[in-house]
């Protein structure tokens, strides 16, 4: 359910991601997401949001200023 509308109907999309912090920035493009046919929210599934956390921890450490990646590509593993 959507947690702004309250609605049931969920589009399945690709959307950017995008987190900041105070010396980096990493955008994920591609990202796999549900997003509200009523208000447009966009929802991360679980396992998405699992991915993207690995993604970022993974990019953390190579400390780049920013950093632009996408989704579906594996090899920062
Ligand atoms: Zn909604």
Redesign the pocket.
Known sequence: M??????DKKLKTKNIFTVEYTDSIITIKNVSCLK??????IFFTDKVSEKIELIVNANKRLKNEISILDYNLDEIR
């Open positions: 959507c947690n702004a509308c309250f609605n509200c046919a009523i208000c447009g929210e």
